[in-house]
């Protein structure tokens, strides 16, 4: 069933013991809108745990300090933030039925018994602010530094084209806790480790630019990742878009169990999603992913074939 918001909150409301689930490679909406729906209900006088997401990396994991648990216990209401399908549930969840789902990402057909899905809102945490505001659960500087990396993540630090008017208000009123978002965003957003910079000379060395630079692709191999963290990677699809005249793109990486990831970027007028759900992948107009299961150019010459019929 699709719920509003105040249904949504009226669903929290009444009951008392929650486990949140977050996606797979956590990014910072996953990450900080389990973490600010975990306190607002504990806030309420709830239950609630975050569980345990074993790929959070390093600048995300204060995060869910004293808020994990290993595994949902049987009372537990689960719920999931910012996760498009059921595949892409982290993978230290090992079943069991989703009472509700908040999520911005359009694309997927439901899997949970009840959703509250929008895909206007440039995060998740967006939404999650919303009903924790129809909950009457006041916001702290904690929850308010979750949901300030949950939106401000999601926005490319609101330069993203998907940053709205809601975006800004959800962020002054996490400013107005008082809470110090200035270290946040220095953290994520004006800081480069010498292993990114290095990751990100080699693919302005090695990517391949067509229809005069519109289109760009860059398959990245395995071994030039072994010395990056996730921290690292973190957006590194983002770089290739931040290049002057491009317009579409992707940039594929080797997974460690052997498939492809390509991640793409749009600009406004082009569409990522679409590639992608082509092979099964999805996402948002501006931001999309596929997984697939071939050689490294192979699967690069597949996208990048799909990518063309775009222009
Ligand atoms: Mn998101």
């Known amino acids: 069933m699709k719920l509003t918001r105040a249904e949504a909150a009226a669903f929290l409301s009444q009951r008392n013991d929650f486990c949140i689930l977050t996606h797979r490679r956590p990014d910072g909406d996953t990450a900080g809108s389990a973490a600010a729906l975990c306190l607002g209900l504990r806030k309420m006088g709830k239950r609630a745990h975050v569980l345990k997401n074993p790929e959070i990396s390093g600048k995300l994991a204060f995060l869910h300090e004293g808020l994990t648990k290993a595994s949902p216990d049987r009372k537990d209401t689960l719920v999931s933030v910012d996760t498009a399908a059921e595949y892409m549930l982290t993978r230290g969840f090992t079943g069991g039925k989703i009472l509700l789902r908040i999520d911005h990402h359009g694309t997927e057909a439901g899997y949970t018994e009840n959703e509250l899905v929008d895909p206007a809102a440039a ?114 699809s983002g770089f290739l878009r931040s290049i002057e005249g491009v317009k579409l793109c992707a940039l594929l990486r080797q997974l460690p169990d052997g498939g492809i990831r390509a991640s793409l970027r749009a600009v406004p007028g082009y569409d990522a999603a679409a590639v992608c759900r082509k092979f099964g992948g999805g996402g948002h107009k501006g931001a999309a992913g596929v997984t697939l299961n071939m050689p490294l150019d192979q699967a690069a010459q597949t996208i990048e074939a799909e990518m063309l019929k775009m222009f």
């Open 123 to 236: 995060a998740c945490g967006e939404i999650v602010y919303d009903i924790l505001m129809e909950m009457g659960a006041a916001l702290d500087a904690r929850i308010a530094e979750a949901l300030y990396v949950a939106i401000s993540t999601d926005t490319g630090c609101f330069r993203f084209a998907n940053t709205t008017a809601h975006t800004y208000a959800v962020a002054a009123a996490c400013a107005a806790t008082g809470a110090e978002l200035y270290p946040i965003t220095q953290a994520l957003f004006d800081t480069n480790s010498i292993t990114k910079l290095r990751i990100q000379s080699w693919i302005v060395e090695n990517t391949k630019f067509l229809m005069d630079g519109k289109l760009a692709v860059c398959a990245l191999p395995r071994a030039l990742e072994e010395q990056a963290t996730a921290d690292d990677m973190d957006n590194i």
